[in-house]
Nanobody, 126 residues
Framework: QLQLVESGGGLVQPGGSLRLSCAAS????????IAWFRQAEGKEREGVSC????????IYGDSVKGRFTASRDNAKNTVYLQMNSLKPEDTAVYYC???????????????????WGQGTQVTVSS
């Protein structure tokens, strides 16, 4: 059984940075796109980023473009999300998820993902 575990969340001031990690165990996840979603209190889940299986390309939600960068190390079964210039509106629980297929990335819906982590809280506040 594949398990995904996020880490790296916390409290940061506006303008600060955090790096989230998503570590896989149980099965290798290379060969599959991995996405990041987030859910703020009282809001729907939102797609943040998705990185292809090779790590050669990534897509981002409009609200994080230019500030967030996804990367992956398949040898370590780990995907990262570098978050810079954080804003209070980035406050949310962040989840990583594995695509159901080996096809390309899409973050307009979370239906294409089968394995999810438990989430890590990111709070941006002064």
């Amino acid at each position: 059984q594949l398990q995904l575990v996020e880490s790296g969340g916390g409290l940061v001031q506006p303008g600060g940075s955090l790096r989230l990690s998503c570590a896989a165990s149980g099965l290798r996840f290379d060969g599959y796109p991995i996405a990041w979603f987030r859910q703020a209190e009282g809001k729907e889940r939102e797609g943040v980023s998705c990185i292809t299986s090779s790590g050669g390309a990534a897509i981002y939600g409009d609200s994080v473009k230019g500030r967030f960068t996804a990367s992956r190390d398949n040898a370590k079964n780990t995907v990262y999300l570098q978050m810079n210039s954080l804003k209070p509106e980035d406050t949310a629980v962040y989840y990583c998820a594995r695509s159901r297929t080996r096809m390309g990335c899409a973050i307009t819906t979370d239906r294409g993902y089968d394995y999810w982590g438990q989430g890590t809280q990111v709070t941006v506040s002064s």
